[in-house]
């Protein structure tokens, strides 16, 4: 069974999690697009009004009780064309024994749920080629390739969706 627990960027738990998704991503990175460049969450975006971040809880592979993954949102500027409020996917990531689990669908899907109690109607993320799996989720989760709206080194896709709430 997987669980969902907030937290704060700078919590124990959070910043082993998200040591390894740097460290992770840093490791995958290719070549040919330069050096990853590591980002570190500001902890006043991911907390209400301004966000989320959230803890995957799951199993370890022995079977026990395991903080597994993480992820976040974040309000970003509104829509420029169609002024709807948007937020931001960030950092999600599930430890490599997780995957394909069925947790990132959960995880993304409760991010979107919290965005839209925050007042989203709008919800974007950036990505990498590299991350076949993930742009697979995003686009089996209705995400359409957007125009870019940031200028992230480590990104050379953007998605975006509306929601409703």
């Known amino acids: 069974m997987v669980t969902f627990r907030e937290a704060v960027v700078t919590d124990d738990s959070a910043h082993a999690l998200l040591a390894e998704y740097f460290a992770a991503r840093a490791a995958s990175f290719p070549p040919s697009q330069g050096n990853y460049v590591t980002a570190l969450p500001s902890p006043e975006h991911f907390v209400p009004p301004a966000g989320q971040f959230l803890i995957v809880e799951g199993e370890d592979l022995a079977g026990e009780p395991a903080d597994v993954g993480c992820g976040g949102i974040r309000r970003i500027d509104d ?14 990531w599930l430890q490599p024994p997780v995957r ?3 947790y990132g669908r959960l995880l993304l899907a409760e991010l979107e749920r919290r965005a839209i109690a925050l007042g989203a ?18 686009r089996s989760s209705g995400y359409e390739e957007i125009t870019p709206y940031n200028d992230n ?3 050379n896709h953007w998605y975006g969706k509306s929601l409703t709430a």
Do not use: C, M, W
């Not at 109607?121 to 995003?138: C, K, P």
């Open 153 to 155: 080194p480590n990104a």
């Open 121 to 138: 109607r709008q919800i974007v993320l950036d990505t990498n080629s590299s991350l076949e799996a993930a742009g697979g989720l995003y």
């Open 100 to 102: 394909r689990l069925g």
């Open 79 to 92: 829509d420029p064309v169609t002024g709807a409020s948007r937020f931001e996917v960030k950092h999600l």
